[in-house]
């Protein structure tokens, strides 16, 4: 065995989970060496060509990669756009400088600027700014922006990584990428999280050279040229690792999650028909809440009727046989919406939201439930309406749709009634959760908890008051639960509360059986109820 | 919200809701949007000295403009600066929505 610095380990920060094993590879980026200028409108002509050129090749990368790196590449193309910006440049041309140079020194300025903010996220910024302006000065140069060859599964290694430069280096083989500064909030941090690849960064210094190297994304740690002992305790890490996620994801698989022999049905909660992209939503036992605000952002006035169908439409198609529950639209409160919400209340969250807000605008309500009417022939739709407080709300919204249905039906046009629920989450409507004349309740524990704790919850200085788990607040579902179970009436729980495995075992104690979780925590909140079934961390 | 001013300049004011403020999403955002309309635009974070250009991804950024913040927008020229401000006022007031596809 060799003694040294060769089988030395470097700890940084987390920014990526995950584990590779692979050749070391240095890629930093080389922007020295000489271009010959040339006349004024010379280096203006070919630093406009090298804007447009590299203007292309984003493109081309965002137009590949898609999804989140796609909008990460949009403030470098919107940089390039920026007439202000670029004015300054060519009036500095303009005044002598050679294309190059005025590109560069604008570039640094801004660089330098991003890198003075107190404000992390706005420092991560500044790679962004050096990756265009490596990218604009490597074409000036002659060179087309091509990355160094990678072999695949490699250890790579950089000062810091921009991220086209991430999206060039074919990670198809896995491998890993370690950062000597850079930050967990970058965004080549969210392309290596979106990506699975492990990634570290803050690292510090790290020799240049290394033939292999080992990358632990979860204890932060890089150790080049190892030795058969660091080699067989990684090799240990990553396979606990890999057990931990294979069996996540095999439970995922599983048709129902069991508890005590007690079949919990597990929904999704989606804001918007993209979500269901999401790979893991195929696994739900169904759409638990669709939330609908996302429609009246829509930028020219608010939704027609066609709009909100093909959306509802859309998602029941997806769902097949299983229940879709959408929620009819939440605006007011946290959530104001221009020429539909009231401006100048002096308490929002008290004031005329949710069901309130659609009753008092029948006008725009009723366009939601000529859609909702038409897509209930299409699917398993159950309609349920928010922040409802007394059971003659209900029926007012009731009323109103059946109206709504008897008018389409009298027109020829196919429609029906869904199933009416409401959310549970006016204190009142848990303490008077009989009183409805409900098909299903969905308890929102997020502004269960707001109401019952007189704690805004957009307020971070009531944080620590804001446990969801105050027994006030499980007395509450627990009786909602226990009321459903007594008149056979479906109760689900759509709030964070579901999504969180520590709060599991106090909702399966308060009776509940359905909950309806974000799509990202599926697999876990499955692999929860299964360990606590069988057993273990109940108390 | 918007209000008229003398002759044909509009103005708005709206707070800055966005959990991180005015950061590369929302900026390339409000400055995409900006250039959709003839009109001159500019913003500040209210109170200010200076106004910046709306349509200057660069100068948003530069302004700093934290969560919780008010922005004030104004609007001169074109056919379109009171729809400008408005469409601007939405953006911001609604957390820089994803368009709908």
Redesign the interface.
Known sequence: MQGGAQHLAYRGRTASIGFAHGPFVRVDADTGGERVAGSLVEEALALRKAIDTASGQIAELAAIAGGEAA??L??QV??L?????IEEIFAAIGEGDAADVAWRSALDA?IA??NS?E?E??KA?SS?LADLRDRVIMILRGGGGQAVRIPGGAVVCADDLPPSRFLEIDWSGGGGLALLRGSPTSHVAMLARARGIPMVVQLGAVPELGATALLDGEGATLELDPNSEQLRLFEKRREIHRKSRASARAILRRPTALWRGERIKLFINIQ?V?DLAHADGQYADGIGLMRTE??????DGLPDEE?QFA?YDAVLRWAGQRPVTIRTFDAGGDK???GFTL?GEANPFLGIRGLRLCLARPEIFAVQLRALARAAVRGNLKVMFPMVTSADELEAGRKLFADIVQRLQADGIAAMLPELGIMVEVPAAALAVSSFKASFFSIGSNDLAQYVLACDRSNGALAPLMDPLHPAVLELIARTAEHGRRAGISVSLCGDMASDPRCLPALLNCGLRELSVTTSALAQIKQTIDRLGSGGGLG | MLDKADGQIFSGNVRLIHAVGMHARPAVKLTKLAKKFEAQISVRVEGAAEWINAKSVAKIMAMRAAHGSTIEIKASGGSDAEAAVAALVKLIETDFPDEVS
């Open positions: 909008q990460i949009e403030f919107a940089l756009e920026d007439e202000d910006f801004q600027d991003y903010a404000d996220y706005l910024r962004d918007h993209d996302f429609l009246l952002t829509e930028r709009a959306a104001p919406v221009p401006d």
